[in-house]
């Protein structure tokens, strides 16, 4: 157990629609980030928030958002949902000092797997 | 721009055999850090092991041993006496960047079976 929880854990939604997925970190963690993982297109960086500023982007497409609470945990929101996002999105944290640091490791959640009918 | 390449697909073995999971890295950064990850069939990915780019021994934790070489850009991964646990798909990753957010670069991982 990695320490870093996602809900839900399946989530089956229709095209168009909207979703709200949820991260918390590990306890003491204050960076987020959140991946894409598809056949197709392996596991893609989506965004990065540290102690609820974004901190890096990569490539999340413009009906996607995110943001990190005061209390650090993270959601990812997904609109205009396309069959084409169907995926497992994973949640990881890291503890990242305040100037970025590229040694820490990144601890994941268990992934939401998400299916657009 | 960063990369990190998995040649191997898939590799399919036999209880007991050796195996050992290719990764080759590109990078202009002269510090950078290497990691290993698990993916068993659960789904989560699990940290295994971290290398920064200035600590070239090899190590070696029960069956599992990495092997970090600058000189050909590679750190590849051996599972020693492999089992049927160790059936996940293995990926490796690099991060090292300007800018401060040093976000990984994953490859697109390495399939292994172990068959019993």
């Known amino acids: 157990d990695s320490g870093v929880t996602q809900t839900p854990k399946h989530l089956i939604t229709a095209t168009g629609q909207r979703v709200t997925l949820r991260c918390s970190p590990r306890s003491g963690d204050l960076s987020v980030y959140w991946y894409q993982q598809s056949l197709d297109q392996g596991l893609q960086f989506l965004i990065q928030?540290?102690?609820?500023?974004?901190?890096a982007k990569g490539n999340i497409l413009e009906r996607f958002s995110a943001q990190q609470f005061p209390d650090l945990h993270s959601e990812l929101n997904l609109s205009s949902l396309e069959l084409g996002d169907s995926a497992l999105y994973f949640c990881?944290?890291?503890?990242?000092?305040?100037?970025?640091?590229?040694?820490?490791?990144?601890?994941f959640g268990p992934g939401t797997r998400l299916t657009v009918l | 721009a960063q990369k990190v390449t998995q040649a191997q697909t898939e590799i399919s073995v036999v209880e007991k055999e050796d195996v050992t999971l290719d990764c080759v890295y590109e990078t202009r950064d002269t510090t950078y850090y290497l990691f290993w990850y698990k993916q068993p069939p659960s789904g989560e990915l699990v940290f295994l092991i971290r290398r920064n780019s200035f600590d070239e021994q090899n190590e070696i934790s029960g069956r599992y041993s990495w092997n970090f070489q600058k000189s050909t850009s590679s750190f590849n991964f051996t599972i020693t006496a492999s089992q049927v646990v160790d059936s996940a798909v293995y990926f490796c990753a690099l991060s090292g960047g300007s800018g401060g957010s040093y976000i990984p670069t994953f490859g697109r991982g390495t399939s292994l079976i172990v068959h019993p």
């Open positions: 990881a944290s890291s503890v990242v000092a305040s100037s970025g640091s590229s040694y820490n490791e990144q601890f």
């Open positions: 928030y540290y102690n609820g500023e974004e901190r």
